[in-house]
């Protein structure tokens, strides 16, 4: 677990917010009494406690933010990220623990949080200000700032129970940066609006931190988190796993996810491996017709079969998830019912959307084989897998070597899948691993 949480702020700069052992309880009831009758039944056996569950959104979470400093929240859904964010701006209550807060705050939590239905956008503006503490003065002076960075100056006037969840969201961006907040808390919100939108928010955010407003941004976007903020907080099931540096912080957390999926697929590969689809050969000799083999993605005359494909890893464990460069083997397990002379083996690797990547086997790599007999093995190693971020499907193969024997054909059977979780490229199909240089003119 990554930590950088610090006791006190010895540097001089000012705290603006600060959480000391924050925690924060929720009671979920499970199921209501669907009648008076079944609450008094239920009261009178001493029963009403029974479907209560006890949540902790937060536990036990400190931290501080400095001001000025723009900091990420990262987590899975449910993790306690908007928690908090309720927390600093007094939405919600602590269960424990002490918070501190140094400014006014703007906060962008949830759609349509703070306005009314029935009252018109430009009524909403005057609500939503006077609950920041704005004067109507002060808020008259910038409804057309808020009016026009919102882009609904036709729709101003309508009530907001017939606005879209995109014109909540420019409704609710613009009050919020238009109050000049000390703070400025940002949740998922910015994902419901258009690109273009997006954008100019987006833009904003960067001239409020130029002006030194802090923020905390809330989002799933990791891309956009390491681009706005220097430091994250990752929190897991309502605990802080990881504060620091934002790129620290996100490739621990794309570990951690890494680790999860494989986990998952681990378990997944395990329930599908006594379901392994019957060669031609044993599906004629179970009574069979061998058509329908095709369907099951694989076929061949079963004379040599690939009786086992794994992907693996430097450490030679089997693994379903990969990161951009690791080392990455395939391995083969094959049996031969009899003596295969000069046999092929192959692969083949698909894109999730179907982009053949490349179709290596032994022969085009010159390693040719006399014969095979019994059960032996062969592997495909990459030192540095190129591949960049996806799904990728594999296909694997035994066939003679003029190509006329198909002896055994597994079609994108196998699954596995490639992850950035550290620095480095993350857009295209491969990574080149190519080195920039830089040199500086003589006389500049």
């Known amino acids: 677990m990554l930590s950088n949480q610090r006791e006190g702020c010895d540097n001089g700069l000012k705290t603006a917010i600060r959480f000391q052992n924050?925690?924060?309880k929720f009671i979920l009831q499970q199921e209501r009494a669907r009648s008076f009758q079944e609450l008094v039944l239920g009261l009178f056996r001493g029963r009403q406690d029974d479907n209560r569950e006890v949540v902790w959104a937060l536990r036990d979470g400190s931290f501080e933010i400095e001001a000025g400093e723009t900091v990420g929240f990262i987590g899975a859904n449910?993790?306690?990220?908007?928690?908090?964010l309720k927390l600093i701006s007094r939405v919600l209550e602590p269960t424990a623990g002490k918070i501190a807060v140094d400014g006014r705050v703007g906060a962008l939590l949830e759609l349509g949080a703070g306005f009314h239905p029935d009252l018109t956008g430009r009524e909403n503006i005057y609500l939503n200000?006077?609950?920041?503490?704005?004067?109507?003065?002060?808020?008259?002076?910038?409804m057309d700032a808020i009016v026009a960075f919102s882009e609904l100056e036709r729709f101003i006037d309508a009530q907001v129970k017939h606005y879209s969840s995109g014109m909540y969201?420019?409704?609710?961006?613009s009050v919020a940066v238009h109050t000049d907040p000390d703070v400025l808390l940002v949740d998922e919100v910015l994902a419901v609006g258009d690109q273009n939108f997006q954008h100019k928010c987006l833009e904003r955010i960067v001239q409020m931190q130029k002006r030194g407003v802090t923020i905390c941004f809330v989002s799933h976007d990791l891309a956009t988190v390491r681009r706005l903020c220097s430091r994250a907080i990752w929190l897991d099931d309502g605990i802080i796993y990881a504060y620091g540096d934002v790129a620290d912080v996100a490739a621990a957390y794309l570990r951690h996810l890494a680790a999860e999926e494989e986990a998952r697929m681990a378990v997944d590969s395990s329930a599908a491996a006594g379901e392994e689809p019957q060669t031609a050969a044993e599906e004629e000799a179970a009574g069979g017709e061998p058509e329908a083999v095709e369907v099951k993605h694989r076929w061949g005359t079963g004379e040599l079969e690939v009786i086992d494909v794994a992907c693996i890893d430097g450490k030679g464990q089997e693994r379903h998830i990969f990161g951009v460069g690791e080392p990455w083997t395939v391995r083969l397990r094959y049996r031969a019912h009899r003596r295969i002379a000069e046999p092929v083996f192959g692969l083949a690797v698909h894109r999730d959307d179907d982009l053949h990547v490349c179709g290596p086997n032994t022969h085009f790599a010159g390693l040719d084989l006399p014969f095979v007999e019994g059960e032996g093995e062969v592997r495909y190693h990459v030192p540095q897998l190129p591949l960049m971020e996806g799904t990728y499907l594999l296909s694997v193969s035994a066939h003679n070597q003029a190509d006329t024997a198909m002896f055994d054909f597994h079609d994108r059977l196998y699954t596995f899948k490639v992850r950035q979780v550290g620095k480095g490229e993350r857009y295209g199909l491969v990574s080149l691993r190519g080195?920039?240089?830089?040199?500086?003119?003589?006389g500049q």
């Not at 969201?169 to 961006?173: C, N, P, S």
Request: proline share 0%; no cysteine; aromatic share 8%.
């Open 435 to 442: 080195e920039w240089e830089w040199k500086e003119q003589d």
């Open 78 to 84: 449910g993790a306690g990220k908007s928690t908090i």
């Open 129 to 142: 200000g006077s609950i920041l503490g704005l004067s109507r003065a002060d808020i008259r002076r910038q």
């Open 22 to 24: 924050v925690s924060k």
């Open 169 to 173: 969201m420019r409704l609710g961006f």
